[in-house]
């Protein structure tokens, strides 16, 4: 089975600009989640996408935004991008059991995003 | 979640078994025990996760202690390219928080 893709794999935009990244789950993982990495604050959680609906958030302004399509594919966008925001950007597929709990994440290869 | 608590870095030789511990003393029952690692600048890399019993896959194994207070991983026959920070999690799936990685243990195979 093919992993979790992410595109692009890298990214330069500047202050003020907005952006979209992609995220295509595991085949049959209806479930997906966006995380952000920096040094400084390790991995942070976004928020997750489950049949189409944002499920839960993290605490993030609402430049932040995301959706989720019928075939499970997920993008999130930022808008007004500023300097912190450049970061690794990480996607997570999951199943979700039969209480909706997710189940194991598996992490695409992430979207790296350098704002000048 | 539970907080974990694991050593900042370990070294171990080539060809020998690499014992990661990790200390998740307030757990709670629904709450399983995942092992990720991250290779520099990679995406974490999912390994092993168990609630009560031992697991082992192609991996490695997850040793978790009776009283669920504490695990070790062990990757039995460690290589170069197993050099990474490794991450203890303890998540019960879900919730708004997400998965929360902590500082991890960077492990460093030796040659």
């Known amino acids: 089975k093919a992993g979790v893709t992410q595109t692009p794999r890298y990214l330069i935009k500047t202050r003020g600009q907005q952006v979209t990244l992609s995220c295509s789950p595991i085949?049959?993982?209806?479930?997906v989640s966006w995380y952000q990495q920096t040094p400084g604050q390790g991995l942070q959680f976004l928020f997750e996408?489950?049949?189409?609906?944002?499920?839960n958030k993290g605490n993030f302004p609402g430049r932040f935004s995301g959706r989720q399509f019928s075939n499970s594919r997920s993008e999130m966008n930022v808008s007004t991008l500023e300097l912190g925001d450049s970061a690794l950007y990480l996607c997570a597929s999951s199943t979700v059991g039969k209480t909706l709990r997710q189940e194991t994440q598996y992490f695409g290869p992430g979207t790296r995003l350098l704002v000048l | 979640d539970a907080k974990t608590t694991q050593p900042t870095s370990m070294d171990c030789a080539e060809g020998r078994a690499a014992n990661l511990p990790c200390n998740h003393s307030?757990?709670?029952?629904?709450?399983?025990v995942y092992w990720y690692r991250q290779i520099h600048s990679q995406g974490p890399q999912y390994i092993i996760h168990g609630l009560k019993n031992n697991e082992t896959n192609e991996m490695a194994s997850l040793i978790i202690t009776e009283d669920r207070k504490s695990s070790t991983l062990i990757l039995p026959h460690a290589t170069l390219r197993d050099t990474a920070v490794y991450y203890c999690i303890a998540y019960s799936g879900g919730g708004a928080d997400g998965l929360t990685f902590g500082k991890g243990t960077h492990l460093i195979i030796q040659p």
């Open positions: 996408y489950f049949s189409e609906t944002q499920r």
């Open positions: 307030t757990i709670s029952g629904n709450e399983y």
């Open positions: 085949s049959g993982h209806r479930s």
